[in-house]
């Protein structure tokens, strides 16, 4: 059984009076461990494939099945409950939380897990040395550069030790050097965690880091297939 399995999955947007059409008719398996990129330009749908996936959004029809859950079947605190237990993400804005220090953002997916204390520092300072930051781990984000934010978003998505790990544009607000540092790292982590890993990207440089390259093109695959 795939890991995640999306069939005919649609998404249409209201805009006034006006449906706008993002995905049309989606169907795609990723199996537990894979390393997928969602190739496309803007506009293509990747993004929102991205969300629905996550259960960040709902699809207009067609169903979406992740660790064998039917997310259709639950609802929002359920919903969110097994996303935190089973996905971590990472943005390409970081979406770090300003007022709380690199610590504390790694550590927050773990409140709600009810883990104990000691439990969670213990995870949280082992993931901010395997990314390279435990020196850093009192300062808040706004002392930190683009690409040790990045890795603070990395060490934030694995600490629940996700079956599934989601990356939107993950380079995109990066240069070219530091955002190859990042793909390196989620490699790594792909491989060491064992953790299926999704990341989108317009960019073919960033998309070699995948075993897999799916390419959409408005709302629809284009083609799915083995990286070169």
Request: net charge negative; proline share 4%; glycine share 8%.
């Amino acid at each position: 059984m795939p890991l995640i399995s999306v069939r005919k999955v649609e998404k249409h947007y209201q805009l006034g009076k006006t449906q706008a059409p993002a995905l049309l008719g989606i169907d795609l398996e990723v199996d537990a461990g894979e390393r997928l990129c969602l190739m496309g330009p803007s506009g293509s749908g990747k993004s929102t494939l991205l969300n629905i996936i996550g259960c960040i959004d709902s699809s207009s029809a067609g169903s979406v099945v992740i660790d064998g859950q039917d997310t259709a079947e639950l609802d929002d605190a359920s919903l969110s409950r097994f996303r935190n237990k089973t996905m971590g993400f990472v943005f390409q804005s970081f979406n770090l939380i300003p007022v709380l220090s690199v610590f504390e953002n790694v550590e927050y997916p773990l409140l709600l897990q009810d883990l104990p204390s000691k439990e969670r520092k213990n995870r949280v300072l082992a993931l901010l040395e395997r990314v390279g930051l435990a020196e850093y781990w009192r300062r808040n984000p706004e002392n930190l550069s683009g690409g040790q934010r990045q890795r603070v978003a990395i060490a934030r998505a694995l600490v629940t030790r996700p079956r599934l790990v989601i990356a939107d544009e993950p380079t995109a607000a990066l240069d070219h050097t530091t955002g190859a540092t990042i793909m390196d790292l989620m490699v790594e982590m792909n491989e060491s965690f064992e953790s299926t890993l999704i990341f989108s990207s317009h960019d073919p440089a960033v998309a070699r880091y995948a075993r897999r390259i799916v390419r959409l093109a408005d709302g629809r695959i284009d083609s799915d297939g083995a990286a070169a």
